[in-house]
């Protein structure tokens, strides 16, 4: 009972900030300059009456609960300028599949590759795996994402012509071709993410193996192999367990620089286009876009926290 | 006994003076006390990598400080005015005491067709200046229609096979090239060529065909297509070898008194004429003709500084909002949690975007607009780490002692807290100021290089822009992004192992444990 009010009590306040974070949100996309360049062929007049329809020329607070009661019904209005006249939930929900499956892959690849390193690193601590692996990851950690973007690229498609130069999207998602035109994308995505596992797990196991209870485990007979996986692997998995749940949640909200390096059709590079439209801003794109983040954001932390909770209960009997 | 007991009035006389000889003391410290800057100095000098990364902050820091003064100033100065740059794009990185080595002398291996081939030792023989090193190989290729065509595998100098340039010069400036070929005894302006098919390229100045390819005669030497009719005034004495006397160095046009002059000169000379310097770029040249070398260091050098002020402004919000919030607790920090909370929520991109739209207009026009507005929008999230940090020292330490002790003195609660309380939380303001300099180079590079700011400006740079402009021209030239790479890689690694080096310095629980 308890863990449940502390969900609640969790969302209510995510709530509470995601509505704080809206509305300054809106209210600031609403004061930035609106115009528009009629395109030939366009009628000024009709799209100075369908604005007015849409209400832009009303008060902000105004625009704003109209904005809420037609979002609460899935309505987040029409794009103006990347895909005229057409709703942007459909084209938003279109784009969501090519993110996911990116992000999936690349956490699919990363997490066993990024804790096999990490274990392996810690129980060779202070040898030259550990050495070589340590080195590997503060390189990786340290340089951004897109810098070993470009050297996958220049590599496996410039040098070696292995892959396509940009996102195959023509059969949808879930094919195959488009998997396969993303894989250099994949690894450059992973890289960090692998670092950042095989750190956290390096420092966590470390931490575990030193504890007493490991040393009566040995004592007890068991191999240090049974001893590791049984005793040590199941407590160091506590922080970590949250983290990969956390990077599970944030699929959805993909990588802006990859996408945009590799021309994946997904949600970052939509996000990208709407900021750079011209004259201005797609704004509804934007808006959606925004919340969409957000909403990402601050549910990955509270998934993280709560399944904290979920797994290790002394944590939880804190919350109550 | 009752003189004993008349404590009170004791004679002066029955007291003596203990033997003064024979002092007793503690024994004097020996060793001097080391405080708790000395010995984190001390301990962070112990780990190698962080002070081997430090010296290369230091060397990153001087080549952006000096950089930009260590190349052609002149050169520089032209980014914003000269259109002709644009020819001189894209040339590999050359160091000159290695020319001929085929490693850093701006030669690369390719591999051409007969036109282009023919282009290049045409520019050889008009110029002087052969682009073609060396031949490797001559093979033959053959495309889908079965249409056998030759092909070179070479070593080209990129320097050398910069196109001819035409020009339209009034008579003094037309006048200026002359006196200067004659002073330097090089052949700065060639012959005019005659309208052929393939009149864009002024490269080809021999008979060719429809499509360009050289028209040879017996020998296999180029036939020369130049004018031979038409006023020049040319009275320079220099003249290309092989001239009969009656080739054409120029094209007149317009009306008497004020006569124009279509001129073609070899680039490579005219950039000699232009800018007084053989072009030599250490790293290259980019998509716009800039050198590299110190574009690099002027980009590098605003980033820093944009980073150092960022980490100044968030260290001191950050520092007086935490110490609030964790000096008074309760309420207040309820409070100030909650608004911290929200803000730390808010996506950084957005708040990019919004001030970039919204307050760099109202700043000032153009570069000034958005760098004051990408520095705001850095601190308004960037200060909550530093803030939750010092937040957490003021916990650990207000309850104290030597707080309450200072509290009872009648200190004031400012006094408590930036006296007493601060200089205990300095070491982690200083590691996390440190780690908060690559994090703000990093989402600067990012941001630039996805466009949302664009800070690339004829005299202005970024790291993340010049990223953003080599992209496109990865396959011909890697070198534009390679620089940039290297320079944001080699940072990030050693920022982040000195700032790691600093936390575990300040650490005091890690005291003794490494030795």
């Known amino acids: 009972m308890y863990l449940f009010k502390y969900i609640l009590k969790r969302l209510g306040l995510m709530l509470f900030t995601f509505l704080v974070i809206i509305t300054m949100c809106f209210v600031l996309v609403k004061l930035l300059p609106n115009s528009f360049e009629p395109k030939p062929g366009q009628d000024v007049q009709l799209i100075l009456i369908r604005r007015e329809m849409l209400g832009y020329d009303k008060p902000i607070i105004e625009q704003y609960f109209r904005f809420w009661f037609y979002a609460l019904q899935g309505q987040f209005g029409a794009s103006e300028i990347l895909y005229p006249n057409q709703d942007v939930w459909p084209i938003f929900t279109s784009k969501l599949p090519f993110t996911m499956v990116l992000n999936l892959c690349s956490i699919i690849l990363s997490i066993p590759v990024g804790l096999g390193l990490g274990i392996f690193a810690a129980l060779k601590k202070n040898k030259w795996q550990d050495h070589v692996i340590s080195t590997g990851v503060m390189i990786f950690v340290s340089v951004p994402s897109f810098i070993y973007a470009f050297l996958v690229k220049y590599l496996l498609y410039f040098k070696w012509g292995l892959f396509p130069a940009t996102a195959n999207a023509a059969n949808g998602a879930l094919s195959w071709d488009f998997i396969w035109s993303i894989v250099p994308a994949i690894l450059s995505m992973s890289f960090g993410t692998i670092a950042g596992f095989a750190r956290f797990t390096r420092a966590e196991l470390t931490e575990v193996l030193t504890n007493e209870f490991m040393l009566l485990a040995r004592t007890k007979g068991l191999t240090r192999a049974q001893a590791t996986v049984r005793h040590a692997m199941k407590n160091a998995m506590v922080p970590i367990f949250p983290m990969i749940l956390g990077e599970f949640i944030s699929i959805m909200s993909g990588s802006l620089i990859i996408e945009q390096l590799f021309t994946i059709p997904g949600v970052g590079h939509l996000y990208i286009q709407s900021i750079q439209s011209q004259p201005n801003p797609d704004y509804n794109f934007f808006m959606l876009l925004n919340a969409f983040y957000i909403l990402i954001g601050l549910l990955a932390g509270i998934v993280v926290d709560i399944s904290y909770g979920i797994i290790d209960p002394r944590i939880r009997m804190g919350a109550r | ?515």
């Open chain 2, 1 to 515: 006994m009752n003189e004993e007991r008349k404590y009170t009035e004791i004679p002066k006389s029955k007291f003596r003076f203990v033997d003064s000889s024979d002092i007793y003391h503690d024994k004097k410290i020996e060793t001097k006390p080391v405080g708790y800057f000395q010995d984190a100095l001390r301990r962070f000098s112990k780990n190698k990598a962080s002070v081997v990364a430090a010296y290369i902050i230091l060397f990153l820091v001087l080549y952006a400080i000096i950089g930009p003064f260590c190349f052609n100033q002149g050169y520089q100065d032209a980014y914003a005015t000269d259109n002709q740059l644009i020819y001189y794009k894209e040339l590999l990185p050359r160091i000159s005491w290695l020319d001929g080595t085929g490693v850093w002398d701006g030669t690369k291996k390719v591999e051409v067709s007969q036109y282009t081939y023919d282009v290049y030792r045409g520019i050889g023989i008009e110029t002087g200046h052969d682009p073609i090193v060396e031949v490797y190989d001559e093979f033959e290729t053959e495309d889908i229609f079965h249409e056998k065509s030759k092909m070179y595998t070479i070593r080209v100098n990129t320097y050398y096979m910069v196109k001819a340039i035409t020009l339209t010069l009034t008579y003094d400036q037309y006048k200026a090239l002359q006196d200067w070929q004659d002073e330097n005894n090089i052949q700065l302006i060639l012959p005019r060529v005659k309208n052929q098919a393939n009149a864009t390229n002024p490269n080809i100045w021999y008979k060719s065909d429809q499509k360009g390819n050289a028209e040879k005669d017996i020998n296999g030497n180029f036939v020369p297509a130049y004018y031979t009719d038409g006023p020049d005034d040319y009275t320079s004495e220099m003249r290309l070898e092989g001239d009969p006397g009656n080739w054409k160095y120029a094209q007149r046009t317009g009306q008497s008194g004020k006569y124009n002059y279509v001129v073609r000169v070899s680039a490579y000379d005219y950039f000699v004429y232009k800018y007084g310097f053989e072009p030599c770029f250490t790293f290259g040249t980019d998509t716009n003709g800039y050198d590299i070398f110190s574009r690099l260091a002027s980009g590098a050098r605003f980033s820093l500084l944009l980073a150092v002020f960022v980490s100044i402004i968030n260290l001191t919000l950050g520092a007086i909002y935490g110490a609030i919030e964790g000096y008074y607790g309760g309420a207040t920090d309820m409070v100030m949690e909650r608004i911290s909370d929200i803000l730390a929520n808010v996506p950084f991109t957005i708040v990019t975007v919004l001030f970039k739209l919204h307050l760099a207009p109202i700043i000032g026009k153009g570069a000034l607009g958005i760098v004051v507005s990408l520095l705001l929008s850095f601190v308004v999230t960037g200060w909550i780490g530093m803030a939750s940090r010092v937040r957490m020292q003021f916990y650990r330490f207000k309850n104290q002692e030597y707080v309450l002790a200072a509290r009872t003195l009648g200190a004031r609660d400012r006094r408590i807290m930036f006296k007493h309380i601060f200089p205990n939380s300095l070491g982690t303001i200083i590691t996390g100021s440190v780690l908060v300099i690559p994090g703000v180079i990093f989402s600067e590079t990012s941001l630039s290089y996805l466009g949302i700011i664009q800070l690339d400006t004829s005299t202005m740079s970024s790291v993340g822009a010049m990223l953003s402009a080599g992209q496109n021209v990865m396959t011909s030239s890697p070198h534009v992004v390679l620089f940039p790479c290297i320079f944001i890689a080699l940072l990030m690694i050693c920022f982040n192992l000195f700032g790691n080096g600093l936390r575990d310095a300040f650490n005091p629980s890690l005291r003794g444990s490494e030795d």
